[in-house]
T-cell receptor
Framework: DIVMTQSPDSLAVSLGERASINCKSSQSILYGSNNMNYLAWYQQKPGQPPKLLIY???TRESGVPDRFSGSGSGTDFTLTISSLQTEDVAVYYC?????????FGGGTKVEIK | QLRLQESGPGLVKPSKTLSLTCSVSGGSILSNGYYWGWVRQPPGKGLEWIGN???????NYNPSLKSRVSISVDALKKVFSLNLTSVTAADTAVYYC???????????WGPGTLVIASS
């Protein structure tokens, strides 16, 4: 199985400031034949199911604000919230879909400082 | 807009079988390229992928659960189902049904249903 490791476990950021979450896979999830990274990011608010934010490592899902961006390739990835808003308080998960079983990172809790 | 809704018992006795159904509305369960699956989340913990099924019946399961899990689909009724046998307290979790695109990202989720394995 591909192990996904997120850091930090939690972070507190002031409103309007940048928040960055890291995700590392135990092996490359870059598929050579199409040069795509098989990585998604999800946002989960309390009492709600996860919501897809980003797929292919950097493609925003329809309706997701452009303050959310994804970057990285191979084994190292980052989710950045450029200007944190109160509605962004949540737990964020990365997930690889390069190979079965699909696996998730342990989650990063984002709070307001 | 596609909607998913889980249903089933909220309490299952240890050693028994957990059975859940996911109803699909607002779209076709026969859509080419979509996978229908299940993810679970123990209280206060992270996400674990259970498995998925393609509309014509091919399945993929997490090896950690493979000996106990089965997923099936009934296209006419627009539902897919999860069976997990020989449950223990470790199977207590919120169970989500999901739809994934062919790429594997999970773009639709049900609201989730809490299943407690306890006598």
């Amino acid at each position: 199985d591909i192990v996904m490791t997120q850091s930090p476990d939690s972070l507190a950021v002031s409103l309007g400031e940048r928040a960055s979450i890291n995700c590392k896979s135990s092996q490359s999830i870059l598929y050579g034949s199409n040069n795509m990274n098989y990585l998604a990011w999800y946002q989960q608010k309390p009492g709600q199911p996860p919501k897809l934010l980003i797929y292919w490592a950097f493609t925003r899902e329809s309706g997701v604000p452009d303050r959310f961006s994804g970057s990285g390739s191979g084994t190292d990835f980052t989710l950045t919230i450029s200007s944190l808003q109160t509605e962004d308080v949540a737990v964020y998960y990365c997930q690889q879909y390069y190979s079965s079983p699909l696996t998730f990172g342990g989650g990063t809790k984002v709070e307001i400082k | 807009q596609l909607r998913l809704q889980e249903s089933g018992p909220g309490l299952v006795k240890p050693s028994k079988t957990l059975s859940l159904t996911c109803s699909v509305s607002g779209g076709s369960i026969l859509s080419n390229g979509y996978y229908w699956g299940w993810v679970r989340q123990p209280p206060g913990k992270g996400l674990e992928w259970i498995g998925n099924i393609y509309y014509f019946g091919s399945t993929n399961y997490n090896p950690s659960l493979k000996s106990r899990v089965s997923i099936s689909v009934d296209a006419l009724k627009k539902v897919f189902s999860l069976n997990l046998t020989s449950v223990t307290a470790a199977d207590t979790a919120v169970y989500y049904c999901t739809k994934s695109r062919r790429d594997g990202s999970l773009d639709s989720w049900g609201p989730g249903t809490l299943v407690i394995a306890s006598s």
